[in-house]
């Protein structure tokens, strides 16, 4: 190292200090020792001074949106700068832990203007989405709403940072955001509690465009592909129904160590009574009394106790 150079680096220190990029370190500790014969060894002075960060944690978050509970599950992420503090180069850095995807069919959108679509990359070998934040010098961008896919093996929590340069440091930086935690699809089955047939109309969630077989205790009643946003639907006839049984429904997903069924959907199967239009009633000793309507039973057996 010769002395010219060696001579920059307390000026630079002092400059990343003036941005606040030095970390608390106290570099008075070091010394640097040069063996070229001109300089025995330099002494780097700089002011011990915490690293400022520049998101306000009152607006800076990341989460799944509420309202969704399926292997598609959109994630919202969005940060706020503290006041007085100007940066370029602004990029949402997003890791995606073991078992969860980005899906590119919903893209990355600005949650106030969901037309709006926004450039990103998404490197799936090292599973991280890159969200660029500023496409114009008028309008920052920092909102965003994406969408991941979420396998039954998927554990950890989703990671974002905040990639930027504050302007006139020429230093990249990153600060967290925050994280959001992943929770892996659970199959579902929802229908009625009762039914006077038959068979039945039920409802669920899945993987998506995963198999989803149906049954009725250890009765098999079929099977279909849940759509590509994990739901289905299926008319049912249930395993020998009679007046007043209890069925006990599962959906079923996978094999082995993957295999996944819903919570038990417990129906009873009551049929209705005949409908009767019309009732001809005659008195005791006379013809017999006459049934009109649909579903009449063939026969009636009446009788009278004489008081």
């Known amino acids: 190292m010769c002395k010219e150079a060696s001579s920059l680096l307390p000026r630079f220190l002092d400059n990343l200090s003036s941005f ?53 599950t959109p994630l919202v992420v969005k940060y706020k700068l503290k006041p007085d503090y100007q940066v370029n180069t602004r990029k949402i850095l997003v890791s995606l832990p073991d078992g969860v995807d980005f899906t590119s069919d919903c893209g990355v959108y600005n949650t106030q203007e969901r037309s709006f679509a926004i450039g990103y990359q998404y490197d799936a070998a090292h599973k991280q989405l890159a969200i660029e934040t500023n496409h114009y010098p008028w309008y920052n961008l920092d909102s965003f709403v ?21 302007v ?10 925050g994280t959001a935690e992943i929770a892996a699809p659970q199959i579902s089955l929802s229908g009625p509690s009762a039914t006077s047939t038959g068979e039945l109309l039920v409802r669920g969630t899945a993987i998506p465009q995963a198999l989803v077989a149906f049954y009725d205790g250890d009765t098999k009643l079929g099977e279909i592909n849940a759509n590509k946003a994990g739901s289905f639907e299926m008319m049912l006839v249930l ?18 160590a993957e295999k996944q069924s819903s919570p038990v959907l417990e129906i009873v199967y009551q049929p209705l009574l005949p409908k009767i239009t019309r ?16 579903n009449r039973p063939d026969w009636l057996v009446t009788s009278w106790e004489i008081i």
């Open 146 to 166: 994406f969408t991941v896919k979420v396998s039954p093996n998927a554990h950890g929590k989703l990671a974002a940072s905040l990639q930027y340069c504050i």
């Open 20 to 72: 606040g990029l030095v970390e608390g370190v106290d570099y008075n500790k070091y010394s640097i020792n040069v063996a070229d014969g001109n300089i025995s060894a330099l002494t780097v002075a700089a002011p011990v001074s915490p690293k400022r960060t520049v998101l306000d944690s009152d607006g800076t978050t990341i989460y799944a949106k509420p309202a969704y509970n399926l292997p598609l």
């Open 279 to 294: 009732l001809l009633y005659q008195s005791p000793g006379c013809n017999p009394v006459e049934l009109i309507g649909p």
């Open 239 to 256: 395993s020998n129904p009679a007046p007043g049984s209890i069925h006990y429904l599962t959906a079923q997903t996978g094999s082995g």
């Open 168 to 177: 006139g440091s020429g230093v990249d930086t990153a600060e967290n955001i």
